[in-house]
């Protein structure tokens, strides 16, 4: 049972450009949480989708934007980078399904890609 | 503003030597915490979901407690292959997954 899968592992990119990163999910998910974890810290909440759309979304500029497709893989995109965008970007699956949406949340556990270590020079 | 505090930062051990990771939280309305534990160069493992007050989740060398304030992970007799980093995780009334900054655990053999 294949699980989070994230690509590219490594990436080095230089101030200004844009880069996307792609995630699939865990078989069986349907929910894709992106995250982003500076060394030490711990992840910090990009934006999650659901249904091939942005349901929430944390304190990160429009330059982090996103999608998702309908295998549920996503991609998470970044314009006009930055020295401070340098960090692990993260990507989490989770199954919500129909039980959760009419409860109108989940408490199912995310699983963890290993991530993309992006380098900005 | 919801928050998730752990502590300590780091945690030194001698192999056999238990103890305990501290994870205090204030959020509105909790819809579960998480434990996770992070090797480095490697993504978040999961590890325990806690929903309630006084409930507990046992894994092999470790325990989680939670409390209507904190949680607890509990680690009995921990081996070398214990060291990691493990993080605490609260998710609120929407679909935000709050992480703690974590604790880094060493244990010396």
């Known amino acids: 049972d294949a699980g989070v899968t994230q690509s590219p592992t490594h990436l080095i990119k230089t101030r200004g450009q844009q880069v996307t990163l792609r995630c699939s999910p865990k078989?069986?998910?349907?929910?894709v949480s992106w995250y982003q974890q500076a060394l030490g810290q711990g992840p910090q909440f990009i934006f999650q989708?659901?249904?091939?759309?942005?349901?929430q979304r944390g304190n990160f500029p429009d330059r982090f934007s996103g999608h998702q497709f309908p295998n549920y893989s996503s991609e998470l995109n970044v314009n006009a980078l930055l020295l401070g965008d340098s960090a692990l970007y993260l990507c989490?699956?989770?199954?919500?399904?129909?039980?959760?949406?009419?409860?109108?949340?989940?408490?199912?556990?995310?699983?963890f890609g290993d991530g993309t270590r992006l380098s900005i020079l | 503003e919801d928050q998730v505090t752990q502590s300590p930062e780091a945690l030194r051990l001698q192999e056999g030597e238990s103890s305990s990771l501290n994870c205090s939280y204030t959020?509105?309305?909790?819809?579960?915490l998480f434990w996770y534990r992070q090797d480095p160069g490697k993504g978040p493992e999961f590890l325990f979901t806690?929903?309630?007050a006084g409930e507990e989740k046992e894994k092999e060398r470790l325990k989680a407690t939670l409390t209507k304030k904190e949680s607890f992970l509990h680690i009995t007799a921990p081996k070398p292959e214990d060291s990691a980093t493990y993080l605490c995780?609260?998710?609120?009334?929407?679909?935000?997954?709050?992480f703690g900054a974590g604790t880094r655990l060493f244990v010396k053999a």
């Open positions: 989490a699956s989770s199954f919500f399904g129909s039980d959760a949406a009419s409860l109108g949340h989940s408490n199912q556990p995310q699983h």
């Open positions: 078989s069986g998910h349907d929910t």
């Open positions: 989708y659901y249904e091939e759309e942005e349901r």
């Open positions: 959020v509105s309305g909790l819809r579960g």
């Open positions: 806690l929903y309630s």
């Open positions: 995780a609260v998710r609120t009334g929407g679909f935000k997954t709050i």
